[in-house]
């Protein structure tokens, strides 16, 4: 069996497309806003909430293979199966997917994220349960409380750089 691999990506010079405009796929453009990324919405439909957002641009047509042809993270959150599976049929090998109704179709997860400053803490069941996943968040959610903001600054401040004795 294979296993997946956390890791941390500075996007800010990417390109993101999701297709589908959705609770699902808001929830994933707000996983990446802060990012710096090019957040780009396919959809013939979006809901209110993306006006939070005015940096996501939003074309309004549905799903077309160039729609992703410069994408580097295509996340495909249609409520069509078929359209889903069409999109992943759609990237290269060398362009990062996410089904957000099939994990197994998946190249990467989108964890639980706990944020406290430049603490990040996440979770991941390795899309086996993303309910587990967001339980555990909230547990950890009161144990890195509001102090870990200060608690990171005061190490980072402390931490010798490297090289110098
Ligand atoms: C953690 C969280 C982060 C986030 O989304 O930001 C997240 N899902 C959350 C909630 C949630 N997801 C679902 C429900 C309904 C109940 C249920 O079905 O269990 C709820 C509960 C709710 O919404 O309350 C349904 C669901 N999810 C996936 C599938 C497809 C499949 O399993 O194949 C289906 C069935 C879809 C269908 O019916 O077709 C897949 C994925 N969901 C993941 C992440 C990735 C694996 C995470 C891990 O490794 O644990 C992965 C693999 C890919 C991805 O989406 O990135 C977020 C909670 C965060 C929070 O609240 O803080
Ligand atoms: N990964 C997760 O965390 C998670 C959680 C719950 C559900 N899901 C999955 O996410 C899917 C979407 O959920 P939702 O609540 O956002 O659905 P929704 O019905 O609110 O939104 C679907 C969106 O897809 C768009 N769409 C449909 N056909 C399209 C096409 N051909 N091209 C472009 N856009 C198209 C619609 O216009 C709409 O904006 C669900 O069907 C389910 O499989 C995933």
Known sequence: ??????????????KIVIIGGGKIAFRKAKTFVKSGAAITIISPQIIEDFKE??????????????????AHIVITATNDKEVNQFVKECTTDFQWFNDVSDQKNSDFHTPAVVRRGELIV????????????????????????????EIVKTYADDRKKPGIE
Do not use: A, Q
């Open 1 to 14: 069996m294979t296993e997946m691999v956390p890791l941390l990506f500075r996007l800010s010079s990417k």
């Open 53 to 70: 957002f005015p940096s996501i641009t939003h074309i309004n047509k549905r799903f077309e293979k160039d729609d992703i042809k410069e």
């Open 122 to 149: 996440s979770v991941s069941t390795s899309g086996k349960s993303p309910i587990l996943s967001k339980k555990l968040k909230s547990e950890l959610e009161n144990y890195f409380d509001d102090h870990y903001v």
